[in-house]
């Protein structure tokens, strides 16, 4: 008889110790992500307060991304950053917990000053994906260096940049900390034609034509690309939106000013908007709007949503167009061009507007107030003015004085490049950023900074 006790108290000891191991896997499962990079990535959950003005988050697997659903989490590498600042398995392991156990807004989106003021924050966004990493963040330098009001940064990037970002925005003095709020995502595409919407044009660009369906809460939101360089405070292109008529939905630049040497002009095989078509570079969006209208198109003689726009323009163009995603906005705004606000050349200055001469006339007034290094020119040597300015700005180191330490420095180099088209519009290019630097640092010296 002992022997049966004996023999019923082991089985239920193992039943016990069964079910406990079996919950600590679910426990940890439910914490930890795959993608990998051996369940070490893991989800961080904002709270409510902080998450309002970007919307529900909810758990995906890496071959789940979609902006279907309603909800979504922000993804993180904290283990690879952990690692990468020397920590041993046991801090390593305390790290995650308390980052997954109890989130901080450190590590998910920093809290410009209050919900107050985050309220009132201009949003960005920027998509970046392989060798992106370097240029976005300089992106986002010349765009918090110089804006007035908070900024919310949402920032799309491919799952092995997430840590990098972290790191280097972490990283960067808490008197520019405080003016912003940041989020990562990861790039995200309808799941039913994902493969199709990543490798249209560059890997990844086609994820601007989504953020209205992911940002669900956001209202409003400027899109850059990576190659971007802000010589204005982001404010000015934000107050374009007090001036969008009833109808206006969204704000670009032309792709070119003069129709004889413009690219769509001449080789385009699809319907794109006005005499040369638009640069979707710069994009500034009432995404409440674009969520809400029905747009005219060639398909179907009702309006259609823009979700249900996308995919059927795609099919219907796919072989006819070059720049992907941005031949995909010229067919919608060719059909609705009451829907857009066209503004001048110098708030999407790009080397064609240099290169063989001087064609923007708004810039040889005002000067440039967005720089665009398309074509790689921050890269190479073929456009050395543009160069120029993408080096002083990444070099900044944040704690010198801006005019002194960015402003002269660009302008001796500048004076090097006057044997390039380009080179010899060189004041153009630090018209309005030396307006904008003097500002900074008037604003720097009152009580309490900004």
């Known amino acids: ?72 989490y922000t993804r993180y590498e904290t283990w690879k950053l952990g690692e990468r600042r020397g920590m041993t398995d046991q801090e390593l392991f305390g790290w995650q917990e308390k980052s997954t ?37 300089t992106m986002l330098k010349s765009a918090v260096m110089l804006s007035i009001k908070p900024l919310c940064l949402h920032i799309f990037a491919e799952d092995q940049l997430h840590a990098s970002f972290l790191e280097a925005l972490e990283s960067w003095p808490s008197s520019f900390r405080c003016r912003f709020n940041y989020t ?36 409003s939101l400027v899109y850059v690309d990576s190659d971007i360089l802000f010589l204005q405070p982001v404010d000015a292109l934000w107050s374009l939106l007090a001036h969008f008529n009833a109808t206006q939905l969204a704000a670009m630049a032309p792709e ?19 005499r040369t078509g638009i640069n979707s570079g710069v994009m500034l969006m009432n995404m409440t709007r674009i969520r809400a209208t029905y747009f005219k198109n060639d398909m179907t003689s009702v309006g259609l949503r823009w979700e249900e726009l996308l995919m059927p323009l795609l099919q219907k163009y796919k072989l006819n167009m070059t720049w992907g995603d941005q031949d995909l906005l010229n067919i919608i705004f060719h059909h609705n061009p009451e829907c857009l606000l066209e503004v001048p050349c110098h708030w999407n200055y790009r080397p ?33 003015a543009f160069r120029a300015v993408y080096d002083a700005i990444r070099q ?55």
Request: glycine share 8%.
């Open 1 to 72: 008889m002992r022997r049966y006790i004996r023999a019923f108290l082991v089985c239920m000891l193992f039943a016990v110790f069964s079910a406990l191991y079996v919950y600590s896997k679910l426990f940890y499962s439910d914490l930890s992500v795959g993608g990998g990079l051996g369940g070490k990535t893991f989800l961080h959950r904002a709270a409510a307060s902080q998450r309002s003005d970007i919307g529900q988050e909810t758990r995906r697997g890496p071959d789940e991304t979609g902006p279907g659903d309603q909800h979504w």
């Open 101 to 137: 156990s109890k989130p901080s807004s450190r590590y998910i989106m920093r809290n410009a000053e209050g919900s107050a003021r985050t309220a009132a924050a201009m949003h960005l966004a920027v998509v970046a994906c392989g060798q992106r990493l370097e240029e976005t963040l």
């Open 184 to 219: 990562l995502y990861p790039i995200t595409f309808p799941h039913e034609n994902a493969g199709e919407w990543k490798k249209l044009f560059k890997p990844c660009a086609s994820q601007r034509l989504f953020l209205p369906l992911i940002l669900k809460e956001v209202d």
């Open 256 to 274: 070119h000013e003069e129709p004889r040497i413009a690219w769509y002009s001449r080789f385009a095989r699809h319907p794109y908007y006005g």
């Open 352 to 384: 064609d507007h240099c290169i063989y001469g001087s064609n923007c006339g708004s810039a040889e007034e005002e000067g440039v107030f967005i720089l665009h290094g398309n074509r790689g020119v921050y890269h190479d040597l073929k456009q050395p």
């Open 396 to 450: 900044y180191s944040f704690r010198e004085d801006l005019v002194s330490s960015l402003l002269v420095p660009l302008e001796e180099e500048l004076m090097k490049t006057t044997r390039s088209y380009c080179g010899k519009s060189h004041v153009l290019f630090t018209k309005r950023l030396a307006h904008s630097l003097a500002n900074v640092n008037r604003d720097a010296q009152r009580p309490h900074g900004r």
